[in-house]
Structures are given as C-alpha cells and as structure tokens.
C-alpha cells in the first residue's frame, strides 16, 4: 500500500487521512504543535451546506449567495460541486461522531453575514472543536495512522533536483522535541496547513498559522493565486489587546448589531432597538449583516475617522436565554474579563481571519505549476488551497465545507491514481550549518513584519503603501536568507522565512490588481 504524508491536523487533514486509511493506505500525519492547535479547532459560527439533496431551490440559494459574496470572481463550477456535495460530506462527518446542535428532530441551523438563509449547522459556538473532537478521536483509532506531532515540515523533497515536473518524493521535516532534521519518504503529500494570520498585529487565527505549506509547495515550484484576498473577520473581541478572541458572526445573525460611539449614546438615548443607529448602513442596506468585506471595512474607516481603537457589538436587545444556550464559549470568556453577554456594549475591531488566496489546485485538489500542470504527487486542501469557491471573498462558514469536499476529492484521486514509489531521500544539507547563535534579530525582523502588513497592506491600501512594503519585504527577505544559508534550522527561522515568502505574495497580487474587487481594497482605484 501508498504511503502518504499529511502535512496538518486540521479538518482538510484528518477528514482526507480517515478516506486513505479506509482505502488501505498507510498515512503520516505531521503537524506542528498538538494536533487539536490548529484553525478549525478556533472555528467558531459553523459549516453551511444543505442536508437534503432533493431541495433544489436551497442549493441555489447556497450558491447565489457565495457567488455574490465572491464578487464575481468565484469559480462557478467549483462553488456548484461544492454546494451539490455538502450533504453528503456533512453525513461523512456525522458518521464520524460529530454532533451538531438538534432542535427535535431536525438540526438547528444559524445564519451568518451574507447568507440569505439559516443554513448552517453548529455546534453551540464552538463548532471547529468539536469537529476537532470527533475527527482526533476517530484518527487515533486507526492503525494505519500515525500522528506525529511537534514535527514542522520545512521543504519538500523533488524527485529531481529543481524540476518540478517530476513531482515530490517527501519532506524534510523538524522535529521541536529533539531539535534534529528529518528526511520522510512519501508516494503523495497532502498539504494541509491552514493560513498565514500571524502575519498581521491583530489576528483570530492560532500561533501555527504561518503559511508554512504555502511557502515550501512555491520553493518546490507550485503556483500561488488570489493572494491579495486576505479576509479580515470584523468582530474580534478588543478587550484583551495582546490576544484578540473571535466573536463569531452568528451572533450577528442572530440580531446584534454594530454601532460606533455615537451611535451607542443615541441608541441608548432612544430606548428603541440599536438597528438604525448603526454606522454599516452607510456601507450596505443589509447593516451589521452585509458579507465580511464590506462590514470589516466600515469598521476600519470609522474607526480610522473617529480614531477609536474599536466599534461595539450590541446584544442587550436579544433574547437573553437564547443567547446563554447557544454561546456559552464567548460568554465565559466575556465573564472572565468583567464583561456580560446580553448587557454590555462589547469593543471589537477587525483582525486578520482566513486566506482566501493560496495554492493553486485543480477540481481534484492537486497542485499546479506555473504552466497549469499539476505537480505529481502534491496535494493541497483546506485553507491553503485556493480552489476558487471563495472568489474574492469568502462566505461565512463555506470554509469548513470546502475543506471536507476537497480532502475527500483529492484523497479519492489519489486512491483511483495511486503510485508505490518510494525512493531513497536524502538528509538535509547539515554540513557547515552552525548553531543559531542569536533569535533576538528574528524576533526583531518578524515584529516589522507583522507592523508593515498591518499597516501597508491592511483592508484598505494604496499603491504607495503596497510598494513600501514591497521594499521592506525584499529587505527581510534578503536578511533572512543570510541566516537561512549558514544556520541549522529552528522553528522561529522556518516560520520567519515562510511568513516573508507569503508576504511577497500577498504583495506582489495587490501590486498587480488593477480593480477592486471583494476583499481587496485600494484607495487608488476607488
Ligand atoms: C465566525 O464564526 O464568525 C467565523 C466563521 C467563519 O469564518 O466562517
């Protein structure tokens, strides 16, 4: 049987290491800290999809809305074998001991931004974990599965060196506990990696979110798109700066309503409901509720006009038991910091959320080269991928279901097209490496990062702003790569240098655009 290397241990990953498994496969899984630290586990509002294959018109619904929300730029195909497939993929998850919130005999279904419909299935407001749950649980029952975890993977490993038309042959990976450089034989890899959030100051995302699958697939020849798309999640909870926490859309969808300083005073002055006092209606006639472009937008500029460091979100007008049953996650973090769901006005801000650009993969999940060709044997799935679903902005909880549709995907190409052909891999390069002596310049140099993305290539840009950062960029990259060149690798350089590489990227597609569209937003082209 195949061996095959996860690179992950989020939803993408452990939904396609289950299919291989069942298929006979022999399956690696790596992943960087604890397996349950990854995004999905932080996934808070749900996962959309209609249930009922015979309901034709929600399906339509699903897919008008994402269409929309993707600013013209979805790939049509794609969001309609997504939307077809939800069904059945969610079935998969329940099989596998998910449980999503019940109403009798029915699931409960929430609505988010953009959504014309409750159409989404959760669990409470701590839906990722427990998909997380299940999926962990069913993974380590498996004998064919091998987790490993505290294992970065660094680069991948070329069939032949610097050509790769001839595909990939494993890893080079770093183990955090022994601090040692390991070469992993693979017929396929699946990469599955998340996103890159630790790029900006503010994010929701976790520590490992450093693009790090992205990076080594384009150091080994596989083509990035759509990087400039980078959604900003309008409400992360402010009152604890140092560590922003996700309030989850669905609170929205559930009636609360953003208002900025002066809308809060005049709406606690009318006694009549927050909704028309709120500043996103001078953005959309949908308020609070309009997709996240727009809404994480009119935070930004009204927060840049008032110089207030976030808006609030109202909820002291909605039915409070409701609010109790199905958010107990974000209510016992509010208590913890002297705050009262259902009460106190809550400071948000936007934060760096989800990337909706990434490697560019066909319908099956492989990954393509420059010349449109697939890269043999290298897979990616799950936020890392750029299938084309999200267009140029992605629809609240379409991620978890594009995840499970294309691990399923690219797991069943790889089964129906599997290869035994493994070779002998080479260790890494250790000869002259030193020890790094010194992190305190990567501390330094990944600081002015973070604060050139924030501030030059944020939700709202301009061509002076993208081209300064470009500079800086081109400035740590070089640096970097000093280091890189005589130092035996550590965690804090593998992700300094990957976050650099998806940072040019990001860059060099906004330099590039010439409209805007969904996500990305420069004030030069207004
Ligand atoms: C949220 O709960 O607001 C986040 C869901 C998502 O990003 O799709």
């Known amino acids: 049987m195949a061996q095959v290397v996860v690179i992950g241990s989020g939803i993408a990953g452990l939904f396609a290491a289950l299919r291989l498994d069942k298929a006979g496969h022999e399956v690696t899984i790596i992943t960087k800290q604890r397996p349950k630290d990854s995004s999905t586990n932080w996934a808070q509002g749900g996962i959309a999809g209609i249930l009922d294959k015979t309901d034709g018109e929600g399906k339509q619904a699903h897919i008008a809305d994402t269409l929309a929300a993707g600013d013209g730029l979805c790939n049509e195909e794609v969001v309609r074998l997504v939307v077809e497939e939800a069904g059945d993929r969610i079935r998969d998850l329940l099989d596998a001991g998910v449980e999503f919130e019940k109403e009798g005999e029915s699931f409960h279904l929430v609505k988010e931004g953009g959504h014309t419909a409750r159409r989404i299935l959760h669990a409470k407001d701590a839906t990722g974990a427990e998909i997380e749950r299940a999926l962990t649980r069913a993974v380590s029952a498996s004998k064919r599965i091998t987790m490993r975890p505290h294992t970065l993977g660094v680069d991948l490993i070329q069939r032949e060196h610097r ?4 595909g990939i042959k494993g890893l080079w990976c770093l183990s955090l506990d022994s601090g040692k450089m390991e070469a992993i034989p693979a017929d396929a890899i699946l990469i599955a990696t998340g996103g890159c959030g630790q790029l900006w100051e503010r994010t929701t995302n976790p520590s490992v979110a450093t693009g790090d699958g992205l990076a080594m697939a384009v150091r080994a020849g596989a083509a990035s798109k759509d990087m400039a798309f980078f ?3 309008p409400t992360a909870l402010m009152a604890n700066n140092k560590k922003p926490f996700l309030i989850t859309e669905a609170l929205r969808g559930e009636g609360g309503v953003l208002l900025d300083s002066l809308g809060l005073q005049k709406y606690r002055m009318s006694g009549s409901k927050p909704d028309s006092f709120s500043f996103t209606l001078e953005f959309s006639s949908k308020g609070s509720l309009a997709t996240r472009d727009i809404v994480a937008r009119a935070c930004d500029q009204k927060m840049k006009i008032t ?14 038991v409701n609010l109790h049953k199905n958010f107990p996650t974000i209510e016992s973090r509010l208590n913890k910091l002297g705050l009262s ?3 106190d006005p809550l400071p948000v801000a936007p934060a760096a959320h989800y990337m909706v650009g990434g490697l560019d993969v066909d319908t099956d999940g492989r990954v393509l080269m420059e010349d449109g060709n697939a890269m043999p044997g290298l897979y990616a799935i799950g936020e890392v991928a750029c299938t084309g679903m999200h267009g140029a902005n992605r629809l609240a909880s379409n991620s978890l279901l594009e995840a ?6 690219a797991s069943e190409h790889f089964i129906e097209n599997s290869i035994e052909n493994i070779e002998n891999v080479p260790n890494w390069r250790a ?3 030193q020890e790094l002596e010194e992190h305190a310049p990567l501390v330094r140099d990944l600081e002015t990062l973070r ?6 290539v944020g939700i709202v840009r301009s061509f002076r ?3 300064r950062a470009k500079r800086m960029l081109d400035l740590l990259s070089h640096e970097v790569d000093l280091i890189w060149h005589r130092s035996l690798p550590t965690r804090e350089l593998v992700e300094l240098r990957n976050l650099i590489l998806v940072a040019t990227h990001i860059t060099e597609d906004a330099l590039e655009r010439k409209e805007n569209k969904g996500l990305h937003w420069n004030k030069d082209l207004i």
């Open 163 to 166: 050509n790769p038309k001839m």
């Open 231 to 233: 959604q900003f999640h």
């Open 307 to 320: 110089g207030a460091d976030n808006v609030w979100l109202v909820t002291d007008h909605l039915d409070n």
């Open 341 to 343: 769901l259902g009460k």
């Open 404 to 409: 499970v549709v294309f691990a399923n995907k």
């Open 431 to 433: 000869e002259g490496m």
């Open 451 to 456: 604060k050139t993305m924030t501030d030059d």
């Open 465 to 467: 702003r993208l081209e």
